[in-house]
C-alpha cells in the first residue's frame, strides 16, 4: 500500500510538473535591421515580401517553442530563415566589402549560463549564426575570427559556400553608389543621410517553457567597409546579450556606437540592478544614451517573464514577435505598433 500511494505521488508530482511547464510562458521577437525605412521607399510587393519573411521567421521558432524546444533552438531557427532570404543584411543577402567580397559576423548567448559564442569576418560559411553557436557549444572560446573561424567551421562539418554564393546585384548597386559617394568625399559616412550604409542585421531573441532566455545576431555588416572592419553584432554585450536574471537582448544599427556603450549588456544591467522593467532601461538606453551620443538603431528584447520590446530610433524596423498570449505582430514603419 505504502509503495503504491508512493507511486501516485510520484505521478502526480510529474503530472502537475508538466502542466506547471505547459503553461511557463513562451515568447520571441525577431529583427531584420534597422534604418532609413520609409513607405516611400518600398513598393507594395516588396514590403509584403518583407512582412511574409518576418511572420515565416518567427512564426517558426515559435513553433519550437511551443513543442519544448530550447530558447536557442528558437533563435537559431529564426534567424537562419532571415539569413537565408535576400531581403536582409545578413547570410545571403549580405553586403559587399569595398573590395568586392563579403564578410560575416554573428554571434550568440544563452542565459542561464551566460556561455556565448560569435564569429566575425567569415566568408564562406553559409550560415554564420550556426557556427556562432558551434563556437559556444564545442570549443574553448567565444569568438573566433577570419581563417580560423573557417577552419573550425569544417572540424564541425558546417555547410561551405563559395563567397559568390553571397551576391547581389542590389547589394552590389549599393557599393558602387557608396565608392562614389567616398570618392567625393570621404567622411561621407559621418552624414545623415549615409546611415543606411551602416545598417543591416538580424536577429532573435527568446524565452522557452523552461525560463532560459537566449539572443542570436548576424550580419553581412558595413557596405563598403574596409580592414576587415568588426561592428557590434559578434561583440557580447554590444550586438547580443543574454542572462535569465533579466533579458535577452539584440541589436541592430550603427556598430561602432553599440560597442562603445555596451548598449544589449547595458540595458539588462539597468533592468537588474535598478530593478526595472526591461523595456523601461531599453527606452533609455536607444532613445536617450545611444541618441544623444550620435548612435542610430534599435534592439528586440524579450526579459524573463516573457515581456518584449523593441525600440528603435530610425524611422524604421523590420521586426516582428509572438507574445506570451500567442498574439503575432509584424511590423516595419515608426508609425505601426509591435510591442
Known amino acids: 500500500m505504502k509503495r503504491n500511494l508512493a507511486i501516485l505521488l510520484s505521478l502526480t508530482a510529474m503530472t502537475l510538473s508538466t502542466q506547471a511547464q505547459d503553461h511557463s510562458p513562451i515568447a520571441i521577437a525577431i529583427h531584420g535591421g534597422a534604418g532609413t525605412i520609409s513607405k ?175 539572443a542570436a545576431t548576424s550580419t553581412g555588416g558595413m557596405t563598403a567597409k574596409r580592414w576587415g572592419r568588426i561592428g557590434d553584432s559578434p561583440i557580447i554585450g554590444a550586438g547580443t546579450f543574454a542572462d535569465n536574471q533579466s533579458c535577452a537582448v539584440s541589436s541592430t544599427g550603427h556598430g561602432e556606437y553599440f560597442i562603445r556603450y555596451n548598449v544589449a549588456a547595458d540595458i539588462c544591467a539597468r533592468s537588474q540592478y535598478l530593478n526595472i522593467p526591461a523595456k523601461v532601461a531599453a527606452q533609455s538606453v536607444i532613445h536617450n544614451v545611444l541618441k544623444n551620443a550620435g548612435g542610430s538603431g534599435g534592439v528586440i528584447l524579450v526579459d524573463n517573464q516573457g515581456e518584449i520590446s523593441m525600440p528603435f530610433n530610425t524611422q524604421g524596423m523590420y521586426r516582428a514577435s509572438v507574445d506570451v498570449n500567442g498574439k503575432v505582430q509584424v511590423a516595419i514603419f515608426a508609425d505601426e505598433s509591435a510591442q
Not at 112 to 132: D, E, F, W
Open 40 to 214: 516611400a521607399q518600398l513598393t507594395p510587393e516588396r514590403e509584403q515580401q518583407y512582412r511574409a519573411k518576418l511572420e515565416e521567421a518567427v512564426t517558426a521558432g515559435y513553433a519550437l517553442l511551443q513543442n519544448g524546444a530550447s530558447s536557442l533552438d528558437a533563435v537559431v531557427a529564426s534567424v537562419q530563415i532571415l539569413e537565408d532570404s535576400p531581403l536582409f543584411n545578413a547570410g545571403r543577402g549580405s553586403v559587399y566589402t569595398y573590395n568586392g567580397e563579403h564578410e560575416l559576423d554573428a554571434s550568440i548567448m544563452e542565459g542561464k549560463t551566460r556561455a556565448a559564442g560569435a564569429v566575425a569576418g567569415v566568408k564562406t560559411v553559409k550560415s554564420p549564426i550556426a557556427l556562432a553557436r558551434a563556437v559556444m557549444e564545442k570549443s574553448h572560446h567565444v569568438i573566433l575570427s577570419g581563417q580560423g573561424a573557417e577552419d573550425f567551421a569544417d572540424t564541425q562539418g558546417l555547410e561551405k559556400v563559395e563567397n559568390s554564393y553571397f551576391d547581389s546585384d542590389a547589394r552590389r548597386q549599393q557599393l558602387d553608389k557608396a565608392k562614389e559617394t567616398l570618392k567625393q568625399d570621404k567622411t561621407a559616412f559621418s552624414r545623415p543621410d549615409m546611415l543606411d550604409y551602416k545598417f543591416g542585421t538580424v536577429g532573435a531573441v527568446a524565452l522557452d517553457k523552461q525560463g532560459n532566455l537566449a
